[in-house]
C-alpha cells in the first residue's frame, strides 16, 4: 500500500507538504527510480520546503499514480512510531513479518509469506535491504542505520528490474536525510522506563559554494526489562552508538557527488527465550514467568571462544562502510553510479535454549564485507510517453566465520565450526514504460542475474571440559551457481485524476546457498537450491475525496516454487540439527488495504489491513514431534517422515495496524496532539504444520502518545505509552537441541521526548 500516517501541517511547518501533480502520469513502475532505491538525491528533495496554495493531508501523492503496492513511511512517520530497528517496521505494514533472529541483532524479513529465516548468517535474505540506494546482502550488515531518517518504502513482490540486485520476496529502502543547502541542526532526546535513553542529533549545511556536509548521531542505553532469576541480573540493556556523515558536491548544475560514511558499535544485551517444552525430562526447567529468562556461561566455554566467563548473552558489533554516489544529466539521460563497502566484526553471545544446563550456549564470530558497484542509465524528461531505464549491478561478498556450541551437559563437548565463504553475483537489467492514448500505460521489466557461491574449509572440531580437542570433522568444499532470468510485465490505467487501476506479473529469482551449522556429516553441507516465485497482483489506488479520504489496495496471488526453508537434519546418534532445504512447490494469496481518513476537523485516522494465506502443495520434511518423541523413548535418534502435502504455510495470517491522531490547535500560536496506535497479528508456525509450542500465539497491542508543540517554533514535547494493556506476547520463536523457545516482547514503557530543531 502507498500509506503512511496523515500529518497536520501547522502555518510555519511545511517540511512534509507535497505539492500537487499536474499531470496523472508523473510517474509508472517503469521509469526509474520508481522504488527509489537508487535516487541519489530523493532524500535532500523531501527536505526542501515547498510552498502550495493547496494544503496535502495526505503524503507521497505522487506514489498514487504508480502501479504498485508499496507501503511509504515519512521520517516524522518514523519518530512519532518509536521506530529505532528494523523490526519495528513490522507494526507498520501490511502482510510483513522482521523479527530477531533468536532475539538477536539479526534480522529475518517476510513480505506477503516470501522470506528465509537465515539461522547461520550466510545467506541473503529473500527479501533486499537497501540503505541509501546500496544493497545489505547480509542483512545484519544493515542494523544500526535507523536513525536521522527521510523515509521508508517496504516494497513487496519480485524486484530487480529497475535497480539493485534480483529477489523474491521485496526490499525495504532505507532512505535517511541528506545535506542541506542552509543550516539546520537539531537534537531529540528520548527517556523511558527500565532506565532507557535514546538521543539523536544532527547538523546540516554548507562548507562553500556547491559544497555542503550532514553528519547525524544516535545513542541508547539502557532498557533491560528482562531478569534472570539464576544470574540475579537484568537483561536486554542497549549499549549502541551511530554515526553517519555525508558530503555532497555539486559542481554544475548537472552534477551531482554524494560521499557517504557511517559507522556503528552495538555491545547490547540479546534478549533469551523462554524454554516452553522440552522433551527430554532430564533437562526441563520450569518455563520462567513472561519478564523472566535464564542463562548461564561456562568457564570452559568462555575461554574457548576468548570472552570473560562473566559475560551475558550480548552482542559485540562493529560496522562500517563507506558509499560515493555520483549522477550526471546527459541531456538525453541521466546517469548514476553507486559504488559501495559494507563490512561486518560480529562476536554474538547467547543461549539459544534459554536453560541453566549447558545444552544450548552458542557463540558466533564474524568478519565479512561487501563491495557493490552499479551502473545506471534511465530517461531524463519525466513527461514524455516512453520511460526507460538500463544498468548494471555487481556484488562480492567475503565470509569468515567461527560458530561455537556448549553441549557440555548434553553431548559432553563443545563444538567449534570455522568456515569461509565467497560469493559474487552480476545482474543487468533493463525496464521500460510508454504511454497510450485514454490514459493506459504498458510496463515491463527483465533482469538476467549469474550467482556464484563457495563454502571454504568447514570443519568441526570437539573439546571436552579441559580444552583438549577429542575430535576433528574435516569437509570437503562446496559451491552453487545460479544463472536465471527474472521480469515483470503489466498494464496501468489511470482511470481518473484520483483513481489508478493496475495489474501486472512477475517472476522473482533468490540464489541459493549453504547450512552453515554445527557440522557431523557431508550431506549437511549440499547446497540448496534457488527458489523461483511467479507473482500475480491487481491493485487500486483511489483518493475518493481528495484530502479527506485516500483507500488503496491490491490482491496477490504467487505460485512459489523451491522455497527455501530452515528444515530439520536427524543424524544418527547425534541428534536434531538445521539444513535448508526446498519446498518443491507451495502458494501463497492474499488481500491488502490501507486507508487514510480525514473525516472532520482535526482528526485523522489511517488504517493498514493485510490477510494472507499459505499452503504446501508438495513438501515431504521430517516430523520433529515424532523424532522428539520416540527419542525420548527409546533414547535412539530416527527420522520420521511426513507429507505435508495440503497443510497451511502458519504464516501470520491476518495483520491489522493503524492509529488515530487529533490535532487542536491552543492558545493560538500552540498545537496539542493526542492518539493512539494499535496493531493485531495473528498466529504463526514455528515448524511446518506446528501447533500448541510449535506456534507463536496471536496478539494485539495499543500505544498511546500525546505532543505539545507551537504551530512556529522549533521545538516539541511528547509523552507516550508503548503496549499500554501491558499485554504479554512473544514476537519470535526458535528450537535449539530439544528445547523450544519463545521470545518475549516488550512490556508497558512509558516515556518522554523532547525535540530542538532549527
Request: net charge neutral; aromatic share 12%; glycine share 10%.
Amino acid at each position: 500500500m502507498a500509506g503512511a500516517c496523515s500529518l497536520y501541517l501547522g502555518q510555519g511547518d511545511a517540511r512534509a507538504a507535497s505539492a500537487p501533480q499536474d499531470s496523472p502520469h508523473a510517474r509508472t513502475t517503469g521509469a526509474p527510480g520508481a522504488n527509489g532505491g537508487s535516487k541519489a538525491g530523493s532524500a535532500s528533495r523531501a527536505e526542501n520546503i515547498t510552498v502550495s496554495t493547496v494544503r496535502r493531508y495526505f503524503h507521497f501523492q505522487e506514489a498514487q499514480t504508480q502501479p504498485d503496492s508499496a507501503t511509504r513511511l515519512t521520517g516524522e512517520t518514523l519518530t512519532r512510531k518509536g521506530v529505532v530497528r528494523n523490526t519495528d517496521l513490522q507494526n507498520l505494514a501490511p502482510n510483513v513479518t522482521i523479527q530477531s533472529l533468536m532475539g538477536t541483532a539479526s534480522t529475518n524479513y517476510f513480505i506477503r509469506g516470501i522470506g528465509m529465516s537465515d539461522f547461520t548468517q550466510n545467506n541473503m535474505s529473500s527479501v533486499m535491504t537497501y540503505v541509501d540506494g546500496v544493497a545489505f546482502p547480509l542483512s545484519t550488515m544493515s542494523n544500526g542505520m535507523m536513525f536521522d531518517l527521510a523515509n521508508v518504502d517496504i516494497v513487496p513482490g519480485p524486484v530487480g528490474t529497475t535497480h539493485g540486485m534480483a529477489d523474491s520476496g521485496g526490499e525495504v529502502n532505507i532512505h535517511t536525510a541528506d545535506p542541506t543547502d542552509t543550516w539546520h541542526g537539531g537534537v531529540t532526546e528520548d527517556i523511558a522506563s527500565y532506565a532507557r535513553s535514546r538521543t539523536d542529533l544532527y547538523v546540516s549545511g554548507p562548507l562553500a559554494r556547491n559544497l555542503s556536509f550532514r553528519i547525524a548521531g544516535q545513542t541508547m542505553h539502557g532498557g533491560g526489562w528482562q531478569y534472570s532469576p539464576m544470574n540475579h541480573t537484568h537483561l536486554g540493556d542497549a549499549q549502541e552508538g551511530g554515526l553517519r556523515a555525508k558530503l555532497r558536491w555539486t559542481p554544475d548544475e548537472k552534477t551531482e557527488i554524494m560521499l557517504t560514511g557511517h559507522w556503528v558499535q552495538d555491545d547490547s544485551n540479546v534478549i533469551v527465550g523462554r524454554p516452553v517444552k522440552n522433551v527430554l525430562p532430564a533437562f526441563s526447567n520450569p518455563m520462567p514467568s513472561y519478564q523472566q529468562a535464564n542463562w548461564n556461561m561456562t568457564r570452559p566455554f568462555a575461554q574457548l571462544v576468548g570472552r570473560p566467563s562473566t559475560l551475558y548473552p550480548s552482542e559485540h558489533n562493529t560496522f562500517w562502510g563507506a558509499d560515493l554516489r555520483m549522477r550526471r544529466d546527459l541531456g538525453f539521460a541521466t546517469l548514476q553510479s553507486i559504488s559501495a563497502y559494507e563490512t561486518e566484526r560480529e562476536g554474538e553471545f547467547t543461549d539459544q535454549d534459554g536453560l541453566t544446563y549447558s545444552t544450548g550456549n552458542a557463540y558466533r564470530n564474524i568478519v565479512a564485507n561487501s563491495f557493490s558497484q552499479e551502473l545506471r542509465l534511465s530517461a531524463q524528461a519525466r513527461q514524455a510517453p516512453l520511460q526507460w531505464a538500463v544498468g548494471a549491478f555487481y556484488n562480492r561478498v567475503r565470509v569468515l566465520q567461527s560458530f561455537y556450541y556448549d553441549f557440555l551437559d548434553y553431548r559432553g563437548f563443545m563444538t567449534e565450526t570455522p568456515f569461509r565463504q565467497n560469493q559474487q553475483t552480476f545482474s543487468q537489467y533493463a525496464n521500460l514504460s510508454y504511454r497510450l492514448p485514454a490514459h493506459v500505460t504498458l510496463f515491463g521489466g527483465i533482469t538476467h542475474e549469474s550467482d556464484d557461491r563457495q563454502m571454504l574449509g568447514l570443519e568441526t572440531n570437539h573439546y571436552n571440559a579441559s580444552l583438549q580437542q577429542i575430535a576433528s570433522l574435516k569437509f570437503h568444499d562446496e559451491g552453487a551457481e545460479a544463472n536465471q532470468f527474472s521480469g515483470n510485465a503489466g498494464i496501468q490505467w489511470q482511470a481518473r485524476r484520483n483513481l489508478q487501476l493496475y495489474f501486472k506479473v512477475s517472476k522473482g529469482f533468490k540464489p541459493g546457498g549453504f547450512s552453515a551449522n554445527d557440522t557431523v556429516v557431508q550431506d549437511q553441507l549440499t547446497p540448496f537450491k534457488p527458489e523461483t516465485v511467479l507473482a500475480y497482483e491487481a491493485g487500486f489506488k483511489s483518493d475518493i475525496i481528495p484530502n479527506v479520504f485516500r483507500l488503496n489496495g491490491a490482491a496477490f496471488y504467487y505460485d512459489y516454487h523451491d522455497q527455501q526453508i530452515l528444515g530439520i537434519y536427524v543424524a544418527p546418534n547425534y541428534g536434531t540439527l538445521g539444513r535448508y532445504t526446498n519446498i518443491p512447490k507451495s502458494e501463497v494469496w492474499g488481500i491488502e488495504f490501507n486507508t487514510e481518513i480525514h473525516p472532520v476537523k482535526y482528526l485523522f485516522i489511517q488504517q493498514n489491513f493485510g490477510y494472507e494465506r499459505g499452503k504446501f502443495q508438495q513438501f515431504q520434511q521430517v516430523n520433529l514431534a515424532t523424532v522428539d518423541a520416540y527419542y525420548a523413548a527409546t533414547g535412539v535418534w530416527k527420522p520420521f517422515y511426513q507429507d505435508y502435502g495440503g497443510v497451511d504455510s502458519g504464516i501470520p495470517k491476518l495483520t491489522l495496524n493503524g492509529s488515530a491522531d487529533y490535532r487542536l490547535p491552543v492558545f493560538t500560536h500552540y498545537q496539542w496532539e493526542t492518539g493512539l496506535d494499535w496493531t493485531y497479528r495473528d498466529s504463526q508456525a514455528l515448524t511446518p504444520g506446528g501447533l500448541g509450542y510449535q506456534r507463536l500465539p496471536n496478539y494485539f497491542l495499543l500505544g498511546a502518545h500525546m505532543t505539545y508543540r507551537p504551530l512556529k517554533g522549533p521545538w516539541s514535547a511528547t509523552v507516550y505509552a508503548t503496549n499500554l494493556l501491558n499485554r504479554q506476547y512473544a514476537v519470535a520463536g526458535g528450537q535449539t537441541t530439544t528445547t523450544y523457545l519463545w521470545f518475549s516482547g516488550e512490556p508497558r514503557f512509558i516515556g518522554g521526548r523532547v525535540s530542538l530543531q532549527y
